[in-house]
């Protein structure tokens, strides 16, 4: 079996996955959430601190598979390094202590290894992964060969999300806040701008549209003078270009990459309403649409340990004094992820 952590933002995520048919055979996530929200968004230090109580206590409850364990992998990129630091610190103990090889993981591969948790992988990929800091199409075809096809320029998928549900004095997350509004919402009540409609560049582009949200906001007064009614309107109105953006890009990638078997992670994949969108969109470019399960779209160490397991075989140990936080860079189009 194989134990990993995951602790690259808000999410102490402990599991442990059985090596030969990728069973899960335990799973804990402790969220922050309720701890962030008066602050509109993740305060690392706060993060760090709770990872430091949450970590440890699941880790407890994993005693009685120690004597399982081939091996400990942990998130160490991308994330805030504060938080990754204390999942390194531990599974570098564990993997001292239990004398076992140790396996680093890139957070994003493991949104992308979301998709096969307690099941055989499907290869090669293509990959729409949104989530709270990155909006990325990555052509995937072996577990290290991934390519960035499509990146963001500004602003992410998600981090979209919860700043205008920030700008309506709404809580945090606000992914799943504004999903919930626009349904109730008419999504052609508020013209806002279709990011990067008429232009060539195959990237997304997300901070234009948040400053139109910002002025349709102002002109109706501001949030506090904000009907319920208008919140909804404008959540949907928010979402549907957000849909439309992400749509036309992704067009003009199915139109040039032939890979039949197209997936979307990450955060922001729970919402229903893009889903849906990609259900048309892949119909019509015959292409098979692959979703995780709702639970393990959001950050967790199920998807750490499934990527683990693949790398488990083909052997890609670090040593305990190697290991440490990367400071990704901006990866951009054309690049490994
Ligand atoms: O992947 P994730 O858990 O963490 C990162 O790796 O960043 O993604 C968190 C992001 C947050 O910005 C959250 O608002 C967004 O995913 N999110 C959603 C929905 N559920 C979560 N965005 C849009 N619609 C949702 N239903
Ligand atoms: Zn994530």
Redesign the pocket.
């Known amino acids: 079996m194989i134990l990993s952590i995951e602790s690259?933002?808000d999410?102490s995520s402990i599991a442990i996955t059985k090596i030969e048919n990728n069973k899960l055979i335990f799973h804990k996530k402790i969220s922050q959430e309720k701890e962030h929200a008066c602050y509109g968004g993740v305060v690392p230090e706060l993060a760090s601190r709770l990872h430091a109580i949450d970590l440890p206590n699941i880790l407890e409850e994993c005693k009685p598979y120690f004597s399982d364990l081939k091996a400990v992998a942990v998130t160490n990129q991308p994330g805030l390094g504060v938080t990754l630091i204390e999942g390194i610190a531990m599974a570098k103990t564990v993997a001292v202590t239990l004398d076992i090889p140790l396996l680093a993981v890139h957070?994003l591969k493991g949104?992308i290894y979301s998709l096969f948790i307690e099941k055989k992988q499907i290869l090669p990929l293509l990959v729409l992964l949104i989530?709270?800091?990155?909006t990325q199409i990555i052509r995937v075809e072996s577990l290290d060969k991934m390519t960035i096809l499509a990146t963001s320029i500004d602003d992410s998928?998600?981090?979209s999300?919860?700043k205008t549900a920030k700008m309506m004095g709404l809580g945090y997350?606000?992914?799943?806040i504004?999903?919930q509004l626009a349904q109730k919402g008419d999504e052609n009540r508020f013209a806002l701008p279709i990011p990067l409609q008429n232009s060539p560049l195959i990237a997304f582009s997300l901070s234009g549209l948040k400053n139109a949200v910002r002025l349709t906001i102002e002109r109706l007064g501001g949030s506090d003078a904000m009907k319920e009614q208008d919140r909804c309107d404008l959540s949907a109105s928010f979402q549907k270009a957000v849909k439309l953006h992400l749509i036309q890009k992704s067009k003009k990638i199915f139109e040039k990459e032939s890979i039949k078997d197209f997936a979307i992670v990450?955060?922001?994949s729970?919402?229903l309403y893009?889903r849906e969108a990609y259900e048309i969109l892949c119909k019509k470019y015959k292409k098979r649409l692959h979703t995780a399960p709702l639970k393990y779209?959001?950050?967790n160490a199920a998807m750490i340990g499934r990527y683990a397991i693949e790398a488990y075989k083909k052997k890609l140990f670090v040593e305990p004094y190697e290991i440490d936080v990367v400071y990704t860079k901006k990866r951009q189009s054309g690049t490994e992820l």
Do not use: L, T
Request: aromatic letters at 4%; hydrophobic letters at 20%.
């Open positions: 690259s933002c999410d957070h949104h989530s709270g800091g990155h998928v998600g981090e999300f919860d997350p606000g992914g799943p504004i999903e990450g955060g922001a729970a919402n893009i779209c959001s950050d």
